[in-house]
């Protein structure tokens, strides 16, 4: 069974950093596309990017794309969401999902065979 869990997520402040980290477990996570959703109260989830398996070509959503850097490390399983210059508008729960299929954009949860449970990000003005 493939589990994915997300860590890193807290409170922080405008004009901060973080990194957000996906471990995958149970499956073969170099054969995974990697995304990153996230869905802030009372809004629909929306993705934030996606990582490709084997070339690591990577897609941004508008919003994050100048201030955002994913990436992953095929040794550890562990796929990785950068977010620079946080804004209040950042705050929301974030999620990562794996596909077996996908091979580029990623932009539709149903493009996903996998998800995690997700972890908060909440930025403070």
């Known amino acids: 069974q493939v589990q994915l869990e997300e860590s890193g997520g807290g409170l922080v402040q405008a004009g901060d950093s973080l990194t957000l980290s996906c471990e995958v477990s149970?499956?073969?996570?170099?054969?995974?596309?990697m995304g990153w959703f996230r869905q802030a109260l009372g809004k629909e989830r929306e993705w934030v990017g996606t990582?490709?398996?084997?070339?690591?070509?990577?897609y941004y959503a508008d919003s994050v794309r100048d201030r955002s850097t994913i990436s992953r490390d095929d040794a550890k399983n562990v796929a990785y969401l950068q977010l620079n210059s946080l804004e209040p508008e950042d705050t929301a729960v974030y999620y990562c999902?794996?596909?077996?299929?996908?091979?580029?954009?990623?932009?539709?949860?149903?493009?996903?065979?996998?998800w995690g449970q997700g972890t908060q990000v909440t930025v403070s003005s």
């Open positions: 999902a794996g596909s077996l299929a996908l091979r580029a954009y990623g932009i539709r949860e149903d493009e996903y065979d996998f």
């Open positions: 990582i490709t398996y084997a070339s690591g070509r990577t």
């Open positions: 149970g499956g073969f996570f170099v054969k995974y596309t």
